[in-house]
Structure formats: C-alpha cells, structure tokens
C-alpha cells in the first residue's frame, strides 16, 4: 500500500488546461479570471460581492483592517482553529481573548461567548471571529443574534466549510460565507481545502462599502475608480488613499479556482460518503469521531468535512503506529493561546479546559475526495487493530 496522507489535492487534466489557457494570454495577474472567479464563488455561497487574495490569512487580515480593528478593539475567537484566526486581530494591534469549544463539536461554545459577554460592559467587545471547524459550520442565527444584541461584527472564518450549511429557526439553508449573520466571511484554497488554487484565498459580504474597501485594501490602498478620485490628471491617473497591501492572487491561479469550483459539489458528495463510511466503521468502538453525520443531518447541518477528526486516548501510541503503516495522520489543532508566542505575551495563565482535553485526544485522519474504498479500509482495519493489540 502507498503512503495515505491526512489530505490532498487533486488536479485534473481540466485544470491543468485552464491554466494553460490563462499562461498563454495577455494576463498572468490582474486580467479577466480574478473577476471571474469572485463572481462565480460569490454565487456558490450565496453573497452578494467576493473578493480574491493571495491566500485565507491575507482574507482574515484584510477583513480585520476593513472593520477598523485597531489597539483598542477586542474580539473573542476559538482556540481551536489555524493561528491565522486569532493572529489577523494582532496584525491590526488589537486584543484577542478566547472562548472554549463545546466538546461535542470542536466549535467554539456560544453559552461561553455569552457569559464573556456579560461578563463586561457593553462596547467592550468589538468582534467576533468564529471557525466552521473540520466543515461544521457554526450557528450563525444565535451567534448572529448575541452579536447584535451587544452591537458586534461578525467574521465567519468558513476555510474549512465551502458548501457547508445549516438550517435556521424559519427553516432556510444557510450556506456558510452567505454573510446572511455576519459581516465579512473568509475561505483559504490551500492544496489540502475543497478547492485547490496552490496558495488563494477569498472574502465575502453583502456589504458594498466593505466590499469597495477591501478591493482599495487588497491593491496598496490605491483606486482608480472615478467616483473614488479625490483629483484626475488623465487617463493614467490613480490614488493611493489609504494603506493597504499587494495582496492581489494571479490570473493563472484563480483559473484554477474556477475549474475546481466546478467539481466542488461532487468532491463535497464524496467527503461526506467516506465520513459516513468511517462512522459506520467505529460504531461500538472505543474511537470517537468528534461529531456523527447522520446526527447532523437531522439537525438540518450539512458538514463539509475537510477534516475527519476522532478522539482516543491513545493519540499518541495511533498515530505513530499509524506512521509505521505508511498512515499520516494530523492533529488539528494545538490550542493558540499555549502556543509560545501567546504565552509569552499575556497568554500565560489562558485556561481553556475543553480544548485542552481535545488536544490531547485529537487525531484526523485521512479524507479527500480520491480516497479509495481499499486505502479506506486499509485506514480503517489498521486503526481498529491497533487498539485491539
């Protein structure tokens, strides 16, 4: 059996022609695919506008500097996610404090959002930044409303949950980046995501004055844009008006994008098959996956799966034997705030219980759309043995 990765991209001859096409044009970066790319993802979310980048942690940035992030905002995210999460607050001078996880999922726990919350005067609070952790997206409709309740923004970091929804109280799919709830959402196509473009990433909204204002943001804070023009000298003429970043993504790679996209809702239909698979294989096990498909889909939630994550605890002595079978494993994530940049920077005394006890008994194992029904099993018999040895 050949090596079996925790993830992997899949590139087809479709792609590699889209490509081919965009390096054999007049444009290789800013030309005709970026825009292409945002209007056709805006549309698979269900957003009204979406602006491409150069990857989800220029996304997270540029969405924290659209808000007005600044050395006195302070915004609550999950320590349970990718450091970019929580790092796009710093990047701005602001103040992050964490929320724990509910258990039963890896989300952040909004009954612990709402003590943070009460816990302080209104307006001490700014922001929130919750992750669609493994593909699962996070109520929005309650997060949404404690949100508004305590005058806050709302970034969905949804890198994990393209395609994912859930169904709200008057029984309407809520796609994850719809920005129906929040004010800004944030997807990353990094090789192991659902959709693939090398390096890339993606924001979303509803909201044209943060969509004109990340689109100055994302080019040096420099517009052309003639009702935007302060002056005009000519038909050369452009303004930098604020500063802002080159965090634009090329032409080639967002031709990329666009040939995934049009495979996204098939690969999604076969991440979910090989998680039902794997839940149906360690029922009556001691392996735990974090959360249950089937239950899910009761509940009205479609998981998108990037990540199928379990819990044992034995994490450590699975994942080397693993290894030895030529099985990479990963563990996502090591909490944030005990990563020794936080601890050494008013992070110390950080204590959240649940995710602490996550880490230590998370272990996602390999999901992607071309893992075969024998690699699977192959995974599947191999854990199984192991914790039977």
Known sequence: MKAIPYGKQHITEEDIRAVAEVLESDFLTQGPKVGEFEEAFAQYVNSKYAVAVSNGTAALHL????????????????????????????????????????PATGLMDLKVVRRMLESK?????????????????????????LAKEHNLWIIEDACHAPGAHFTDSTGQVRKCGDNYFSDLS?????????????????????????????LKLRTHGITKAPDQLLGNDGGWYYEMQELGYNYRIPDMLCALGLSQLKKANERLRERIRIANRYDQAFENT???????????????????????????AQRLELYNK???????????YIPVHTMPYYRANGFASTSCV??????????????????????QEYVISSILNSIND
């Open 354 to 375: 649940h995710a602490e006890k996550y880490y230590e008994e998370c272990l996602s194992l390999p999901m992607y759309p071309t893992l075969t029904a024998d690699e």
């Open 63 to 102: 969405s924290a500097l659209a808000l007005g992030v600044n050395p006195d905002t302070r915004v609550i995210t999950t320590p349970i996610t990718f450091a970019a999460s929580a790092n796009c607050i710093l990047y701005c001078g602001g103040k992050v404090e964490f929320a724990d996880i509910d």
């Open 186 to 214: 944030i997807f990353s196509f990094h090789p192991v995501k659902h959709i693939a473009t090398g390096e890339g990433g993606m924001i979303t909204t509803n909201d044209e004055r943060l969509y004109k204002k990340l």
């Open 322 to 332: 693993l290894r030895d079978l030529k099985i990479f494993t990963q563990v996502h």
């Open 121 to 145: 005067p209104k307006g001490y609070y700014h922001g929130i930044v919750p992750v669609d952790f493994a593909g699962c997206p996070v109520n929005l409709e309650s997060l949404g409303a």
């Open 286 to 312: 001691p392996i735990r996956p974090l959360v249950n498909n089937t239950t899910l889909g009761e509940r009205g939630i479609l998981h998108a799966y990037h990540l199928y994550v379990i819990r044992t």
